[in-house]
């Protein structure tokens, strides 16, 4: 596998470790390589599962019988998939496959969390070629069982088949949550406050750090990229978190937002999908979205418009949310929640407040699968 990232790079936690960071271009000096048809289908399932442990008493079966059982314990489930598909979303060429197991994980817990609920179980789905060798499926899997391990989920399952040519991943997360607590899209009212977690628009920023030292790769490959200056975004590209402490947070604060979503495809269109479903309008002010230094450096640097970025990037995995106006004083003092903006009339349309005081509509230009890409 050709990596300008070291698949141990980024990152503390068992599985990776921050200290071999930079970075070889080239990791395909890969010791060994077990072929998958050696193992077979079966010893393959095997060799990868066994080492999930169970935490959930609502697991009464995971890996092993032909479904797994689950108990619901009162709880209302949700359920969620999403699917990854090699050079559709994923390119193995600076995307590491340890990351790639973890953030294939996260993608999918981002969505329970925006459920407002707590997800327990994944199952996972890959179609590899013999392109890979059993090593190769092993870090992936080593990234998943980080995640299962950091997020207190079990994996309880998935399928395993052969495909003729790139790696896809499929998981599905199921979670659990009070029938009160559970938070939709639809519920947003006029004058609630528009909130987000963290910063947003480092992982695209990652990406495009990432996609030019591809390029310079190919042009020279004895080229070692120095990647201190881009850290943290490269770290949000290619090792995202989800909220899932948020979640926490806001049980604490007794908070219930009357809407929530991810942010998967970019501040706009995550707020387009709010605003719709509630029926409202929104005002979102530039000056008030969280962005880390890094991220208004390297827009500078590569010449790109900061809100931009951050309303169109994606990947970012934060949640949007908004609450009642009664609830500000129990959020104002949290760093990890920033008000953006607040909820109008339908009427009064979506739009943008800049930093001169125009008013500018909301348009979603968010990452779309369905479009022709390179
Ligand atoms: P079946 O033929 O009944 O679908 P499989 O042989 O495909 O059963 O799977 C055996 C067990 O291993 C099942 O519990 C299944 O959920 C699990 N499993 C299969 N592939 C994977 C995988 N890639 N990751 C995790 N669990 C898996
Ligand atoms: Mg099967």
């Not at 609502?58 to 699917?83: C, E, N, P, Y």
């Not at 979303?89 to 995307?95: K, Q």
């Not at 969390?113 to 092993?138: C, D, G, H, K, W």
């Not at 953006?340 to 699968?369: C, S, V, Y």
Request: charged share 25%; with cysteine.
């Amino acid at each position: 596998m050709h990596n300008i990232v070291k698949s141990s790079c980024i990152l503390s936690g068992d599985a990776f470790k921050k200290s071999d960071y930079f970075c070889s271009m080239l990791e395909d000096k890969n010791p060994q390589r077990t072929s998958l048809e050696e193992l077979g289908e079966f010893g393959l399932i095997d060799h990868l599962t066994k080492h999930f442990e169970i935490k959930h008493k609502s697991t009464v079966k995971g890996i092993g019988d032909d479904a797994a059982v689950l108990s619901s314990r009162s709880k209302q489930i949700v359920v969620t998939t999403d699917l990854l598909i090699e050079h559709v979303h994923f390119d193995l060429s600076y995307v590491p496959l340890k990351h790639l197991g973890y953030k294939s994980v996260m993608v999918n817990l981002s969505d329970v969390y925006a459920m407002n609920a707590q997800a327990t179980q994944i199952t996972i789905s890959i179609a590899v070629s013999n392109r890979f060798p059993l090593e190769a499926i092993e870090e992936l899997y080593s990234g998943i069982d980080t995640a299962a391990r950091t997020y207190g989920i079990d994996v309880i399952g998935g399928d395993t088949t052969s495909s003729t040519t790139g790696l896809i991943i499929s998981i599905t997360a199921i979670g659990e949550v009070n029938e009160e607590d559970v938070v939709y899209r639809n519920g947003a009212q006029p004058n609630d406050l528009l909130v987000v977690t963290g910063d947003i628009g480092a992982a695209y920023m990652g990406l495009q750090v990432l996609e030019r030292e591809k390029e310079v790769f190919k042009v020279n490959p004895g080229n070692q990229p120095d990647l201190e200056p881009y850290t943290y975004i490269i770290e949000r590209q290619l090792k995202p978190e989800a909220r899932k402490d948020i979640i926490e947070l806001l049980q604490k604060l007794e908070v219930k937002p009357t809407s929530m979503i991810d942010i998967s495809d970019g501040l706009s269109s995550e707020i387009i999908h709010l605003c719709k479903q509630s029926n409202v309008g929104v005002e979102l002010y530039e000056n008030k979205i969280p962005l880390d230094p890094q991220v208004i450096s390297t827009c500078e640097e590569f010449n790109v418009d900061s809100t931009t970025i951050a309303l169109n990037g994606g990947e970012d995995y934060e949640l949007l949310m908004t609450i009642s106006q009664e609830d500000f004083p129990k959020i104002k003092a949290n760093p990890d929640l920033t008000v953006i903006g607040f909820i109008t009339d339908k009427d009064r349309g979506m739009h943008l407040i800049t930093r001169g005081e125009q008013a500018i509509p909301i348009i979603a230009k968010g990452w779309n699968a369905m479009k022709n890409e390179e």
